[in-house]
């Protein structure tokens, strides 16, 4: 008994999905639905493509001495970076890119604009905790050349505590943070800063100077 239902059951199913994929076929859903993922793939190849043709121009343009080319070779670069972008603006790589070319080149304010678009929540997503923490620290970086207020240094320290959380191996994270905190006049922090530093490059001149000069400083300071 139960299995004769079962059949029935079984062929009345596949009677309502073949009609339905017919009633689909005639308005030619599955087809729009075919080409979709198709022009999709095909989209994000092209944005792949893109983004690695300008890192490649991106590595020229930093190698060359000349700096006529060098220009060149940057607005190359930022230029395959916008052609990803318009493909998939969602990957924060190809603005992270951007960002790296037009510092390159001089812009700053718009370098900080292309890396706010890569750290803001629709794009940050697409990147690990250690590109994070790396595309924290070049903003960090190009804000204390942008502005040389307090407000700047402020808003590079909250980005290179996060960077450092995200990556504790980060180095260039470490020692820009010990130059935001001694401009800061934060001795201790700073001296936490170049510490960590130094564990992870021992011979670094830059943190084995900076200790030397706050140690220093605070033993005169306390005598």
Request: charged share 25%; glycine share 4%.
């Amino acid at each position: 008994m139960t299995s004769p239902m079962v059949s029935d059951l079984l062929m009345q199913a596949s009677f309502i999905f073949t009609m339905l994929f017919m009633f689909l076929w005639m308005l030619n859903i599955p087809q729009n639905l075919f080409d979709k993922i198709r022009y999709r793939e095909k989209s994000i190849y092209a944005a792949k493509r893109h983004f690695v043709l300008g890192a490649d121009l991106l590595s020229k343009s930093r190698s060359t001495s000349d700096r006529s080319a060098a220009a060149i070779l940057a607005k190359s670069a930022e230029d395959h970076a916008d052609k990803s972008i318009a493909v998939d603006p969602r990957d924060a790589a190809a603005h992270i890119l951007k960002a790296l070319a037009l510092d390159l080149q001089g812009f700053t304010t718009s370098a900080l604009e292309a890396l706010n678009v890569a750290l803001s929540p629709l794009t940050a997503k697409s990147l690990s905790a250690g590109e994070r923490s790396e595309a924290l620290c070049k903003r960090a970086d190009i804000t204390m050349k942008a502005s040389r207020g307090g407000a700047g240094v402020d808003a590079a320290v909250a980005d290179l505590v996060e960077a450092v959380r995200l990556k504790s191996d980060n180095a260039a994270a470490r020692r820009l943070l010990g130059e935001c905190y001694e401009k800061k006049e934060m001795k201790e922090e700073a001296l936490k800063a170049y510490r960590g530093l130094l564990e992870l490059e021992p011979k670094s001149a830059l943190a084995q100077a900076a200790l030397v000069r706050l140690e220093g400083s605070s033993s005169t300071t306390s005598t």
